[in-house]
Nanobody, 124 residues
Framework: VQLQASGGGLVQIGGSLRISCVASGRTFSSAALGWFRQAPGKEREFVASIRGSGGSTTYADSVRGRFTISSDNAKNTVYLQMNNLKPEDTALYFC??????????????????WGKGTQVTVSS
């Protein structure tokens, strides 16, 4: 599986941004897709996941209510819509793919493939 994230950029506090990740080599129907982020000097942290054909979702507490993860199975693309962005959302955002097994997929070790990150910077 190859994952390519895009759509990052510079946005003002309170603004919105949508990042995307295209997967090639596997379908989404039996997969879990996740977004993680890593700020300078910090560990990579879970942001959101979407799983299986039913599209169940899970969010980190820090982004719940502001971020929305979605997928377009026909395009093999997963999205992260980010609203009301804060400076603490500044990070390199990574997408990841895993074989769905019924868990919530909130930890990095549950994923098998990772894309290169896309930088999101929130500034005043």
């Amino acid at each position: 599986v190859q994952l390519q994230a895009s759509g990052g950029g510079l946005v003002q506090i309170g603004g919105s941004l949508r990042i995307s990740c295209v997967a090639s080599g596997r379908t989404f129907s039996s997969a879990a897709l996740g977004w993680f982020r890593q700020a300078p000097g910090k560990e990579r942290e879970f942001v959101a996941s979407i799983r299986g054909s039913g599209g169940s979702t899970t969010y980190a507490d820090s982004v719940r209510g502001r971020f929305t993860i979605s997928s377009d199975n026909a395009k093999n693309t997963v999205y992260l819509q980010m609203n009301n962005l804060k400076p603490e959302d500044t990070a390199l955002y990574f997408c990841a793919w895993g074989y769905y097994s019924g868990n919530y997929f909130t930890t990095a070790r549950e994923y098998d493939y990772w894309g290169k990150g896309t930088q999101v910077t929130v500034s005043s």
